[in-house]
């Protein structure tokens, strides 16, 4: 298995430009999840799913959107990249269930918006 | 005020030293985890426990629900333990696996 895979690795945009932060899994999993990291803060959650078609926000999900069509994917949305927006941007899945369960991770997207 | 706090934030040990990095969290929690960050930016789950203590290798993970404070142990440091620690809380009633997480503590074991 390859577990979580995100793409790209890097990528700078100018401000006002659009991008798709892409991630898949394959795990079949139902969770999936999309964080930020910033200097000096805890993960942040931007969007999360529980299943296929069912998408809700987290902490942080002003200028994001996310979509979720199948099981393996889970791609995050930005319309106008603003210099906000830059961080490290994380993927995770994890298995359905009441319980916690571990939370698998993607190797990470590091965003610069100038 | 955090939900999650860590201690200490910075951490720097001889190799060979036992470390221990603390975790306390004010709300109701049915799990807590550590997760480890290497320089490279991956993360991976270190432990998820909801009381006890559990083990993996030098490793050690202990929880007081009571006292809402769990500590992770490193037995006879080495360098490739270097990484950030972070703590992360899922609250107690939530379904769907949210976590709260701590800013993290910065090991750095010396040779």
């Known amino acids: 298995n390859a577990g979580v895979t995100q793409t790209p690795k890097f990528r700078i945009l100018k401000i006002g430009q659009s991008m798709t932060l892409q991630c898949t899994q394959d795990m079949n999993h139902n969770y999936m999840y999309w964080y930020r990291q910033d200097p000096g803060m805890g993960l942040k959650l931007i969007y999360y799913s529980v299943g296929a078609g069912i998408t809700d926000k987290g902490e942080v999900p002003n200028g994001y959107n996310v979509s979720r069509s199948t099981t393996e994917d889970f791609p995050l949305r930005l319309e106008l990249a603003a210099p906000s927006q830059t961080s490290v941007y994380f993927c995770a899945s994890s298995y359905l269930g009441g319980s916690s369960y571990e939370q698998y991770f993607g190797p990470g997207t590091r965003l610069t918006v100038t | 005020k955090n939900e999650v706090e860590q201690s200490p934030q910075n951490l720097t040990a001889q190799e060979g030293e036992f470390i221990t990095i603390n975790c306390s969290y004010s709300?109701?929690?049915?799990?807590l985890h550590w997760l480890q960050q290497h320089p490279g930016g991956g993360i991976v789950s270190l432990f998820m426990l909801s009381s006890g203590k559990k083990k993996h290798g030098r490793l050690i993970a202990t929880i007081n629900i009571q006292e809402k404070h769990s500590s992770l142990h490193i037995t006879a440091s080495h360098p490739r333990d270097s990484a950030v620690y972070i703590c992360?809380?899922?609250?107690?009633?939530?379904?769907?696996?949210?976590?709260?997480f701590g800013t993290g503590t910065l090991l750095a074991v010396q040779p």
């Open positions: 709300v109701g929690i049915s799990a």
């Open positions: 992360a809380v899922d609250r107690y009633g939530g379904a769907t696996n949210k976590l709260i």
